[in-house]
Structures are given as C-alpha cells and as structure tokens.
C-alpha cells in the first residue's frame, strides 16, 4: 500500500512544500561515514533529520521505498552558467569587491543539464582575464544561494595579463597582489576571516608561486587549474591547501590522472571543476573515473565529488550529513559507475527532477 | 687414432644437434566467465590461444605442457572502435581534399602516436576502423588497424580498404546538405553504371568473338566467290569513276573497353557492397535524403556514423539492416554543426527499436575513451547486453571481421580482454590484454 | 713514495681505538687523466671525490677505480652570464620604463625542458635577467641549471645584479602618442635617446633624493645601492654607439660626484672598435655568441678574433651562449670559436668559468674545481673546446646529468 500511496504523497508533499517528514530508503544510501545497506533518511523542513539503518517511522513520516542507491549530490567547483556576460569585468585588473553572486541568474536553461547529471552544488567562478576577478559563489542549480563570497579568484596564470594595463608580468603581478596585503582592504580585508581564496594557474610554476603566496598570508583556499598538480603535492600539503582539477578530456596527457592519484595518496583535499568552457556537467563523473582507473582510490575520488568539493567550496554541500539541506540524488546503481544514471533530484527535500514512477 | 677422436667427438657432435623448435608460445586462460558473444557464455571455463589465433575454448581443457597460465575473472573479446583517427597524422585526420581513392594506411604515424594507441590498448580496444578526412564529403578508404604494435615495430594493418568514408550535412542550409546527400547517390550511381558498363562489355565482347569467329569460318568456305564479286565492284567503281567504298561489316567495329576510372572503379565496389559505405550525418532532412536515395541500390551496405536525429528512420533502418555507429559523449552546450539534437540516450532507444547499434568515438582519437562512453549510453538506456555486443561482435560485422574478430571462439584472432569484472562496468580494471595471441599488456608488468 | 706512508696511516688508524664518527662515505667517484682545477691549473690523473653535492677532494696521480666515472678531460661546469631561459615579455614588468624593485626569479619556471637541455651541455650555473623590453627591469638572479624543480633549491646567492638595456630594444613596439594616450606603450622612449635620458634621469633622482629627502620615490633606494657600487648593473648595449653611451653614463655620474656605478656590458659584440673608455674605467664585457655571418642583434658586427684583441687591452671577458643548446651555437663552442680568435686555451676557458663566477659574485662555489666547491664538473672524450672532442658526461651539484654511455 505504501508504494501507491506514497507516490500521491510525495507528490503533495512537493506541492506543499516542507510539512511534515518524509523517509526514503534506498537499496543502499551513501552517508558521510561510508554506504548503508538499506538506508533511510528522515527529512523534515527541508533538512536531513536522521540518517541509518534501522530509522523509526515518526507518526508524521511516509515511507517511501527506491530501487537504487542514493547520495548527497555532487559538487561541480568551477562553472560559469548563467553569468553569460558577466563573468569577468575588464575594466580592472583587481576587482577584489565584486561578487559573482551578483551575476547568478536562476532562470537559465543550462542548469537542467546539471540536474541531469545529478550535480546539486555549483561554485560559479570568474572568466580568467583578470588578477583578481572577484568572490566566487556557492549556488544550487535554478535553486537558491547557498554561499554568497566563498572564496577570493586570485590568477597566477598570464591569462590575467591584458596588453597596456599593469601588470604585464609575473613579478609585477606579484608585487602588485603583495602590495594589497600589506594593507588589505574589501576582499583582501576579508581573507583568513571566513573567506578563502581560489588560486588559478594553469602550469606547475605558477601553481608553485600561487601556493607559496597563500603559505606566505596563512590563506586557507585551493588551487584551481592546474592539470599535474600531483608535482606540487609537499607544498600543497605544506601550506594546507586542496586542489581542483580541471576536466580531464579524452585526449588528456595520461600523467594527468596518474597525478591526481599522487594526490589522492597524500590526502591532500580534491574536487573536480567544469573549467571555463561550457562542458557537460557528466564531465565531473568521467574525470573523477579517469582518476580511478589512474590509481585514485575510490573513496578518494567519491569525497571529491561530494563532500571534499563542499568543504573546499566553504560551503555546507555534498554530504548527507544531519542537520543539512536534503540535496540527494537517486541513482540506478552505484554512483561511480558510468553505467548508473540520474532517476531522481531532490534539493532541500523537494523533488526537481526525474519522474515519480517506481 | 682417428677413431678415439671421432669417439670423443660424437657426444658433442650430439649434443649439438638441433632441438625441437621452439614452440610457439601458447596461452592457456581460466576464468569464471568466459563470454564468448553477448548472450552466450561459459561458465568455469579455459581458453587456449596459440599462433595467434583462439585454438579452443571450453570447460574442459587441459593447460599443455610449457603454456603460460592466466587466470582472470572475466575473458571476452578485444573492443573495437570503428568510428576514429587514432594514429593518423595530425594534418591528415582534418583534410578535406579527399577523394575516394585516398587511403588512411597512407597517413598512419605509429611513432607520433604511440602514447594514445598504448592508452587504448589498455583501455581494452584491440582493434579500429580509422577514416581520414574530418567532416570531408567523401573521406577515402578506411583501414582496420589493432592498436597492438606489430611485432617489427610498425602498425598492424589488418585490413587496408576497410571501409569508404564519407559526411553528409556537415555545413550549409537543408537544400545544401540534401544536395551533398544527391552527390552522394550520384556517386553511388555512376560507380554502379561503371561496373554494369563493364559487365555488359564482357557481355559484348564475347558475342562478337563469337560473331567473329562465326564470319570468318563463312568466309572460308565462300571466299572465292565472295573474292570474285569484289574485284567486279572494284571494276565497276574504277569505270564509273567512282571511289570504291569497301563495305564495313559491323564485326569489324570492336566494342569499346570502359575507360579505366580508378574512383567509379571504388565506387562500384562501394555499389555492389564490396566495400561498406560509412557515411556521417546529423540532421533528419540528409539523413531522409540519404536513406531514400539509397534505396535503389539493393546491394549497397550503407552505415550511419552519428545519426543525432534518426530515430524516426528506425522502422527503414531496420527493414534494410543498417547499423547506426553512436557517439554518447556528454556534450555540453557549444556543440558541433548538427548535433544540437545530440541526447545520450540514442543509443539505447535505437536499440529499443531493434536497429544494429554500434559506438565510436566520434571520429576523434579519443578511442581510448570508448568503454566508458558505452557505460555512459547504458547508463542512458542501452541494455548492457547490446553495448557490449556494439564493441564486439556488430563493430566487426560492419567492417568485416565478423570472421576473425569481436567472438572468443575456436579459429577467431586471438585479441582477448581478460578483466576483473563485467566488461562494461567502469570499475572494472584490465588485467591483461592479448593481441594476435601475445600479451600486448599486463597490468602487473612484463610479459 | 706518498703510497707507504699513506699505508702505514691506515694501519695505524686501524689499529688505533675506532673514530668516534666514521668519515662520511663519498658519493660518487670521478676520474680524469687531465683536470682542469682552473685556468692554468691542471693535475694529471686525477681523482675527484664528492661528498653531499660539493668536491670532498682532489687526489692527484691516481688510477681510474673500477666502475669510477672516468673521462680524459675534466673542467669545472661552465657559467653562462647571459643564458636567456625566461617565458618571454611576462618575465619583465613594462608598465614603468625603470623597474628596480622587483626580480626575475617571480617568473621563473623549473619544469622548463630547456634546463635540462642546458645543463646536458655543460652549462651548470646561469645568470638569468628579465628580458630587455625595458630600460630597466629589474633585478637577475644566479641559477643552477640542474636540481630539484624548486627557486629554493636553484638559486645561487651572488652579487645583487640589476638588468637594464640600452639600444633599440627597450624602445622597440613602442609609439609616440596621438591624442590621448591609452596605454603606457604611447608614453615610453621611442629613441635610443629616450631610452637614454630614462638612464640619466633615473640616477639623476635617486641622487636628489640622496640630498634631498622630500624627493624621495619608490626605487630609490635600489638606484642609490647602484651610485654606491652595492650593486652591479648589467647593461645590453650591442654597438659601438650604445657601449659609449653605457661608459660615459659611469663617468658622468662620477663626474658629477653622484656616485661610482659598477658596471658590466651585457652582449658587448662592438667593444672591441673603442676599447679606450672600457680599458679607463675597467667594465668587464660578456660577449654574445659568434655569429656564423658576422652581423648580430642590432646589426653589430664581432669578427672572430674580438676575445684576443680584448684581453691584450686587459679588459675582463666571459663569453655567453644566450642559452642556445645546439652542436654550434653552444657555449662550449662559443670557446671553441675563442681559441681560434687567437685566445689561449686557459684564457677561454676562464671565460666560461672563473670570470663569469667572479662577475657573478659566485667565485667562491662555482668556477673551479677545488674543495669545497661546488661539485660541477664537465667531462670531454679529448682536449675541451677543441673541435674533434664532445661533451661525455657533465656533474652538476653531484648528481649525474649527462652519463657517459
């Protein structure tokens, strides 16, 4: 009786909003302690009340049983849709006060392609073309905003040099960014106090230089674009950084992955970026596999999906843990199989994808 | 004294005879599932490979004596792709000036390569159909490669006139691209003309030796008479002034041999189904263009590489047996010209719909991607049953090699996966890959 | 002779109560039948030990041990005092025309392929400079060409070297502006004469604001180093026109008792058409590579035999290679080329190490090979420099770069 009716139900209860609770249980549920053989979670308002095994049906609470196995959804950290134009300002180099939350526009066609893939946190980035390209933001696919300055973009790649403004090199770049935190102002100020900082280069030298800036300021952040950042793990572990790792394609150098790996073994904090291109959000799965098959350990590479993406991003996402919005994604099988698609999207406990069958 | 010394020759002399020639090194392989085509698999059971081939397959089999021993969880077929420019020369795989008589075997650069063919080989793909020529309207001949080196060094090319390639619809407006799908057909059809004009030449030329033959055996037995009326003409036209006209007899006009036309000569044999014509396209309205005006041709074995929109096709593709070769990439929003309507769950309704599904890597040298492309398509609807029989047994069938390729049965070409799972999950890891019967890849090192 | 008495030592201390620490073990082994201490110093035979990336000892007469790196020549690491391994115009700041407080080593990137193939040819430490685009532009740094990828670990604590140029190239792509400046390319030199009076003015400041302290401005401090001799200036400056101009800056300044600035000429291809100024005032020239033509940067013209005609006038020379790592172009070749301008063979081969040390303020690690020193060796299958005998081998801070095979 409960399969007919809770369709029905849950139904109403996406339609009336956060009333009362609902428990799923699934095959099997990925918590943030490992995965639970036929899991349940109690939700309630919006937010996990209670995750286990053997969870009681409150007298409130309607059951509802799915065939498959499901998870805290994942972490895209880096991605510019929606910003369209908005995502870099040229008109300075420093734009330390500018917030891409500003920018974020929910109504934008492309955030369906992320709920498909299962993807229920974006960090929206800026466009690389300036040094420092302002606060990044944590949002929800055509949801709401989860955190509005999560990091300060900080570019140590030459893609932050434009011809006839200052800087045009990297000492200048350097001494310029230095020169800031002598006396730090606006998003400098705030660097250390809740915000973190997102560091873009593109080769290992510049990633040696932004890291050894953030050490320099105690910063706490990660590294972002950097495809063979395994070469930089001591320093990286050092200054207590993670790193985000761009898309690895088809055509990727194989040392690519194989350095993501190194990471992995030196617990060095990992997620998986969208880049500044607008890729398919199932690029996140295929890196964070290619990475598998390099020698990345399996729990390694699902926390860089799920809930080492959250804590880099600053941002309470990508886990299933109690007390957090109910952002869950119902797969057909296990998440890090390719083979397992996206049946169901939930965010903040309302249903925003996939059909009501089962 | 001599005989001492021969005596204590002849032990060496002995010793030195040759021994038995070596034997050819022989694989003996126990799994837990041995799947020798999708549907069909042994439980518990051995394979044996030997010069390079499968020597047998059973649950049975004894390991000889001196085989190397393997023993895996899963043993299946080699992946084949059959849609790529892995190891062409990077200027070669985007040329356009390509006609149909430009060979891939031509531009194949094993050095430059070599880092993505070992990356595929690893990945499980043993073998692929490489076309040069990017989006070309007429690609050229495409060759079968295995990614596996050959044993001096270069590539081995299984098969160098595989396939002939082509595009439809890749720029321009409907009316344009149903004009390019027109060329095409008209290709087709002069390719077919050529070869009826050469059969009826035969024809021809056989009924005139024969008239010939015949005439001239008449002649034998009337020539005087036929002499004597002759050199009366003769006369007569010398007395009227007249120029003597000799009288042509329409055995004397030989029939003509068809110019040679090296291009009409590849497309006959594209026509009469020789050669399996892969031809990519996109958009329903070249696609329809296509189908329709290949139907003439009832021995022409046409393969849609793409095929975004030709779901609606399905019944037609069906009814004349034409393989779609799918591309299930994620793509995000900037797409190529055509594949706007691209959806990852092609693959698995044209399969619903009972069409020959096959899965390439787009044309790319990203082959080495290929299973988890199939895992992403069975992730969107594709039974795994079908995705695996799309690497294995239609990919070969389409380029044919369905007789040496894409089975693990007795007398096919040893080019064996043996992995720790099912093959298209993607955590499965491979083990071993076997190429032409060595091991062309051991995960844990040497051979 | 030395062999009893060094046999009846090691009895003896083998009889004696052990050491209270063992003498480290010697890393690695080398052997020459001709080592080349430094220029006019050679040991036959030699036996080169190295201990924790510098030479432990060098033992004379001695026999290749089995298994020893052995090679019949053997010289210290060649310095190059003019390699040009940066990443381009994003290594130098060009928003003000006169940089002085920053340095190239910001922009330095060790995953380079380029060192490797630098140090494989025998080239062990460097002077790497911001590249010249502006007048100046900042400070150069001493590098190893071999190591572990880290500015830590590469970089040589040397005289502090401040770069600049003076010629076409700091003007080169820039315009003078029509209307409204938009950008600082409109507002730099656009003559040699600009770039100039960019020289003079620069020292011409710093030396008010010695004087006066409300004329004080960033970089002063760094100019006022330089009118002190605290800190060396290397200056481009390919023709004849350009060096002139280089030297008389110096004695202008002292002339008009703001200072004494220590200079070298970077790329001095014309030094030798007017040697007097350079003989008066002592600049030391790094010459640029020989040029297969005779015409070089800036259409300068260098005959072969500038190296001879220079030393007799007594002015200090260091070749340099600008980093090039081919067959003909590379700085063993450019001594090479020396020698058969009429240089000895001690006098080039100081040109590729004991004077680019000195004029690096590096002398007293690299440049030799004497203990204590650096373990930077090159190692030649015949006479070094010579055109029948290759680069065999080459040591850079002990570990093996380049292995004889």
Redesign the interface.
Known sequence: MNILIAPILSALCAVSGDTGSLVLQAEVVHGPDGPIEKGRILIRDGKIEAIGAGLELPEDGHLIELEGHLSAGLVAMGDQTGLKGEALDSTRQIMDGADLAFGYDKTDD?WG?FLE?GVTAVLLTPKPGALVGGRTAVVKPAGAMVQRRAHLHVCFSNAAFKPGVAPTSYPGAISMLEQRMKTPTGGFALLGKGLGVLLAAKTRAEGLRAVAFAKRHDLTGALTGVSRAGDLADELHDAGLGVILPPI???AD?RVPASAATLGKKDIPLAFSLGA???????LR?SA??C??AGLA?DAAWKALTSGAGEIANAPVGSLAVGRAADMVLW?G?P??????VERVWIEGKQVHGDDDQ | MLAPALLAWAPTISAQEPADPPAETQIFIKAERVIVQPGKELKDAQVLVQGGKVLAVGTDLVAPDGAKVLETKVVCAGFIDPWSTLGLDSASASLRDTNILTRAVDALNPFGSA??LQ?ALRAGITGYGVALGGKASVKGLGAFVCTANHADGGLDVLLKDSFIGATVGSSGDAFDRIGYAERLVKYIKAGEDYRVEQVEYTHEIAKWRTEIAESEVKLEKDFKKAKKSRDKEIKEAEEDNKKFKEESYREDRQPRKPRFDAEKEAWARVAEGTLPLVVEAHRYVELSALLDGTKAFDRLRLVIAGGTEVLPLAATLVKRSIPVIVWP??????RPAGMRAHD?SLAGALAEKDVRVLLG?GG???T??LP?LA??A????LE?EKALAALTTEAARALDMGSILGKVRAGYRADLLLLDGDP????T?IRQVISAGKIAFNVEGGQ | MIYPGFLISCVLLALASPAPEAPKPVDLTVHADYLHVAPGEVVRNALIQIRDGKIASVLPGRSAPDGALSAHSIMAGMIDASARVTPGDVAVEQSKEVITNLSVTDSLDFFNPAWDRLARTGVTTTLIAPPDYNVVGGFSVVVKTSGPKRVEARVVTGASILRGAIGELPSAGNSPAFGRPTNFYARRPTTRMGVEWEWRKAFFDAAQSARFPDAEFEGADVLRACLAGDVRIFIQAWTTADIRTAVYLDEEMQAEGYGDLDIVIDAGAEAWKEPAFLVRTGTPVVLPPFPATGRLGERAFMPWDTGRKLTDLGIMIALSAHGETGLKERLSAQAGYAIRGGLTFDEALACVTTTPARLLGVEKQVGAVKSGMDADLVLWNGAPFSATSNIVGVVASGEVVLTPR
């Not at chain 1, 291109?277 to 690029?283: D, E, G, K, L």
């Not at chain 2, 990439?329 to 900037?334: A, D, I, R, V, Y």
């Not at chain 2, 069975?378 to 609807?381: L, Q, T």
């Open positions: 492309g392609a893939a394609g088809a055509a194989p291109t607008n890729r398919s959000p199932h690029a295929i596999l290619r598998m098959k399996r057909s296990d890090l199989e390719l083979t397992s698609q | 880092v993505h990356a990439t994620p793509l995000g929003s900037k990852l890597s790319t040298s990203g080495r991607d988890l895992a992403l069975v992730g969107h609807g795994p298209i999950s993607t955590t890891s």
